[in-house]
């Protein structure tokens, strides 16, 4: 396989990994990687390690990497360093992963591409540039509608003991955990935005309970209040959904469109398909 190219999808969370070169595709995954949370050194061994063996003996020609955290210039270099100490005869291109849920949803057309994963984010896109993005704030401060968002809401549910009995008992059965341990986790252990994310897939478990649907509206209206109300261009180009928990819900977030008078474009779960015909292109 010659002239064999790289693409790169990562979140908080995960990191899908397409291999590329005349029609031919492999896919494979990672952990995700945070250059908030990673240095150069931990990035480059997390790749020497989870990385197919084989994959790495191969001549990389070019990796194009779209990566949470790498909006910001510095983040970027540490991620595009620690792909070069791998690939050394790769040419390395690292942008942030809005540029490619953008590219992926929007293609070369205007619209507003949002994020809802581990994280989330939003921009507006005019077919070739990112026009505005709504200040992402993290988990701590903001990702309103994010896994991490609604895995807090979970949380916070379970321990004010805000659930019905029957609730109260699956989420026992299911995570096994107690306060002391989700404490623990979220205040004195790394990654807590992929821990409480972890805690949102209990929504999907318990569809139509009252409590459940309230959370999950609730959480979903806060993104779209704070963020999407913010873009001029709201009602007059399509809005486009990647991501995990805008997959699962997308049937929340056809009804909110709805609500607040947007037109819902696509909703996918990952963007890699239009990230690979874009650079096949």
Known sequence: MDGLKLIADSGATKTEWRLVSKGIFKSFFTTGISPYHMNRSQIRDLLLKEFPKPVLKKEIISIHYYGTGCKIKANANIVKKALEDVFASAAVHVTHDLMGAAIATCGNKPGIACILGTGSNSCSFNGKKILLNSPGLGYILGDEGSGAYLGRKVVQHFLYG???????KSFKDHFKTDKNEILQKVYKEPFANRYL???AMFLSLHRGHFIIENIIEDGLRDFFE????????????????????AFYFKDKIAELCHDFGFKLGVVIKQPMDGLVGYHKK
Not at 162 to 168: E, G, N, R, S, V
Not at 226 to 243: A, D, E, K, M, N
Request: aromatic share 16%; net charge neutral.
């Open 197 to 199: 994310a972890g805690f």
């Open 226 to 245: 704070q963020h999407l109300g913010s873009y001029p261009q709201r009602f007059t180009v399509p809005i486009h959904f990647v991501g995990s928990i």
């Open 162 to 168: 805000t659930f019905d009995a029957p609730l109260m």
